[in-house]
């Protein structure tokens, strides 16, 4: 054990004097790395910021059946048994909502009360609001049924509450998948280039390798060097491209601000918890010592 432990000590020292003899090399390649594995991070981190706000919104559309604002409570009533007599399998709720019932939760939302305390009468109609059941063919059965709903007596309009949340949902989907891609990308331009620098000092060090071998130095002592320097540069790569993604996410939510401030709320994008950036880090560690040892593997062998 404390053989292998001085083997370890050697070959890391032997990777950082390798490393700091070149040290332009090393910095331009480590700088390749970080900036490509920040691209997949700050996605990574829109996508998660982007998440919460569609799961506190119901994913169910809705359709809400405004009435005619001289429409009766009678009618409103018999405008909802019309609505459940059809029996449509795309209704899963059925709701009546009437005008003093709307008019008093305005009054309770502090942006409505002082509007409404200059109106005399309650100008609001009453309303029918109709939770619909999410399939493919959510867009169709929603168009159809508003269509329906519209002729019936004293309906003035039907409004599509919710389909934007899908909207969003569908979104975020082709947001994972170009994520998914994007990161295929990187780890691809990851191996390439610790592959390639392997493969140089490789190159640049055949005499040495032959000479170490010759005395009697085993496959994995003559790797062990290389896969250390894939590894901490790669290490190295990962935290700066956590500290770009982290720059480049300032200004972003210096803009969000300004925006979501007229909407009277606080959003802002945020890098992945500790526990991801960690595995980030270890997977970029992984990926740098995996391409070193391909490489070293592949050249060495004379």
Same mark, same amino acid.
């Given at each position: 054990?404390?053989?292998?432990?001085?083997?370890?000590?050697?070959?890391?020292? /032997?990777?950082?004097?390798? +490393?700091?003899? !070149?040290?332009?090399?090393? @910095?331009?390649?480590?700088?390749? =790395?970080? %900036?490509? #594995?920040?691209?997949?991070?700050?996605?990574?981190?829109?996508?998660?910021?982007?998440?919460?706000?569609?799961?506190?919104?119901?994913?169910?559309?809705?359709?809400?059946?405004?009435?005619?604002?001289?429409?009766?409570?009678?009618?409103?009533?018999?405008?909802?048994?019309?609505?459940?007599?059809?029996?449509?399998?795309?209704?899963?709720?059925?709701?009546?909502?009437?005008?003093?019932?709307?008019?008093?939760?305005?009054?309770?939302?502090?942006?409505?009360?002082?509007?409404?305390?200059?109106?005399?009468?309650?100008?609001?109609?009453?309303?029918?609001?109709?939770?619909?059941?999410?399939?493919?063919?959510?867009?169709?059965?929603?168009?159809?049924?508003?269509?329906?709903?519209?002729?019936?007596?004293?309906?003035?309009? /039907?409004?599509?509450?919710? +389909?934007?949340? !899908?909207?969003?949902?569908? @979104?975020?989907?082709?947001?994972? =998948?170009? %994520?998914? #891609?994007?990161?295929?990308?990187?780890?691809?331009?990851?191996?390439?280039?610790v592959f390639n620098t392997v493969r140089m000092q490789a190159l640049s060090l055949r005499e040495e390798i032959a000479v170490a071998r010759l005395v009697g130095a085993t496959e994995t002592f003559v790797r062990r060097p290389f896969l250390y320097q894939g590894g901490l540069s790669c290490a190295l790569a990962?935290?700066?491209?956590?500290?770009?993604?982290?720059?480049?996410?300032?200004?972003?939510?210096?803009?969000?601000?300004?925006?979501?401030?007229?909407?009277?709320?606080?959003?802002?994008?945020?890098?992945?918890?500790?526990?991801?950036?960690?595995?980030?880090?270890?997977?970029?560690?992984?990926?740098?010592?995996?391409?070193?040892?391909?490489?070293?593997?592949?050249?060495?062998?004379?």
């Amino acid at each position: 054990m404390k053989q292998l432990l001085e083997h370890h000590r050697y070959a890391l020292g /032997v990777t950082w004097r390798r +490393l700091l003899s !070149q040290p332009f090399s090393f @910095l331009t390649n480590v700088a390749v =790395i970080a %900036l490509a #594995l920040a691209l997949p991070l700050i996605g990574a981190s829109i996508l998660i910021s982007v998440q919460p706000v569609t799961q506190h919104v119901s994913a169910n559309p809705s359709l809400t059946v405004f009435m005619q604002a001289q429409a009766s409570l009678e009618q409103a009533q018999q405008t909802v048994v019309a609505i459940e007599e059809q029996n449509d399998p795309g209704v899963l709720e059925i709701r009546l909502i009437t005008k003093n019932e709307a008019f008093d939760e305005l009054q309770g939302n502090d942006a409505w009360r002082q509007a409404l305390e200059v109106l005399q009468d309650n100008p609001l109609p009453h309303a029918i609001s109709v939770i619909l059941a999410t399939d493919v063919a959510m867009a169709a059965n929603a168009q159809r049924l508003a269509d329906q709903w519209q002729t019936l007596d004293g309906v003035q309009y /039907v409004q599509l509450d919710s +389909l934007w949340v !899908q909207r969003v949902e569908a @979104l975020l989907q082709i947001g994972n =998948i170009g %994520l998914v #891609l994007v990161t295929l990308i990187i780890v691809l331009v990851v191996l390439a280039s610790v592959f390639n620098t392997v493969r140089m000092q490789a190159l640049s060090l055949r005499e040495e390798i032959a000479v170490a071998r010759l005395v009697g130095a085993t496959e994995t002592f003559v790797r062990r060097p290389f896969l250390y320097q894939g590894g901490l540069s790669c290490a190295l790569a990962a935290l700066i491209a956590i500290a770009l993604a982290y720059a480049a996410l300032l200004p972003l939510n210096e803009a969000l601000s300004g925006l979501t401030r007229t909407y009277d709320t606080l959003f802002a994008l945020h890098l992945p918890g500790l526990l991801s950036l960690g595995f980030y880090v270890i997977a970029a560690i992984g990926l740098g010592a995996f391409s070193a040892r391909w490489s070293v593997t592949r050249h060495t062998r004379y």
